[in-house]
């Protein structure tokens, strides 16, 4: 298998999948392409067509099959690993998980775009407004349930490590990046995704890259703007 992502230090929708496929031990080649100079930068978008119809990353490339966002390739992961527990085994669980990370999927744009994933940044903690104070209630809240109803067997939210947690590891970091306070539960759950040591090679790996995404070096909101590159893949 092919994984093509972008930038380490920027691309949050990267990080999930090769997350998931790092922590299960599942071989795959990674294929880096960088981001162009802008996000719509022509260039970029053609050679990432080449594995992916939409022009986005993450995209899984399996042989003669191309799968594309992230959810579609954790499910596709599932399907060819039955073996692994990419998904909780316990049936309730793993409904929660789905609908957490469809929710992550589909949601949270405020804190997303007010708080770009830069792995090499450290803000001073400041109002973000209510949208994103919204947005990290609604996830700590997530992480609060899953870890009390689930989370017995491990320090991640469903004890093991499993999809979900990959889908929300570019939100602890996001919290660390902004200097955003959360409550002892939820700061516990970020320590565990840092100390993985599958976030612990991609993170090294980011910090080494030469690649900067201008956009993304601001600490200010951007609510408005549309950020192609954490569109969702």
């Given at each position: 298998?092919?994984?093509?992502?972008?930038?380490?230090?920027?691309?949050?929708?990267?990080?999930?999948?090769?997350?998931?496929?790092?922590?299960?031990?599942?071989?795959?080649?990674?294929?880096?392409?960088?981001?162009?100079?802008?996000?719509?930068?022509?260039?970029?978008?053609?050679?990432?067509?080449?594995?992916?119809?939409?022009?986005?990353?993450?995209?899984?490339?399996?042989?003669?099959?191309?799968?594309?966002?992230?959810?579609?390739?954790?499910?596709?992961?599932?399907?060819?690993?039955?073996?692994?527990?990419?998904?909780?085994?316990?049936?309730?669980?793993?409904?929660?998980?789905?609908?957490?990370?469809?929710?992550?999927?589909?949601?949270?744009?405020?804190?997303?775009?007010?708080?770009?994933?830069?792995?090499?940044k450290r803000h001073a903690p400041k109002d973000r407004g209510p949208k994103v104070a919204a947005d990290v209630a609604r996830v700590t809240a997530i992480w609060n349930e899953a870890r009390a109803s689930w989370g017995s067997g491990g320090p991640f939210l469903f004890g093991a490590f499993t999809a979900a947690d990959a889908m929300y590891a570019p939100v602890a970091t996001r919290l660390r990046s902004y200097s955003i306070s959360v409550d002892p539960v939820s700061e516990a759950y970020c320590d565990a995704i840092y100390a993985h040591p599958a976030f612990v090679s991609w993170r090294k790996a980011a910090l080494a890259e030469p690649w900067i995404v201008p956009e993304d070096e601001a600490d200010e909101p951007v609510l408005e703007n549309y950020r192609p590159h954490l569109a969702k893949a």
């Open positions: 298998m092919r994984l093509i992502i972008a930038n380490k230090l920027h691309s949050s929708w990267s990080l999930r999948p090769w997350l998931l496929l790092s922590a299960f031990n599942i071989p795959f080649e990674e294929v880096l392409i960088p981001f162009g100079p802008t996000f719509d930068d022509p260039d970029w978008k053609a050679k990432v067509k080449v594995h992916n119809p939409a022009g986005k990353v993450p995209a899984l490339v399996d042989g003669e099959t191309q799968v594309w966002e992230s959810l579609s390739i954790m499910e596709y992961i599932a399907d060819t690993h039955p073996e692994l527990a990419i998904w909780p085994r316990d049936r309730a669980a793993r409904a929660f998980a789905r609908n957490i990370s469809s929710e992550m999927h589909a949601g949270f744009s405020a804190l997303r775009n007010a708080c770009p994933m830069n792995l090499g």
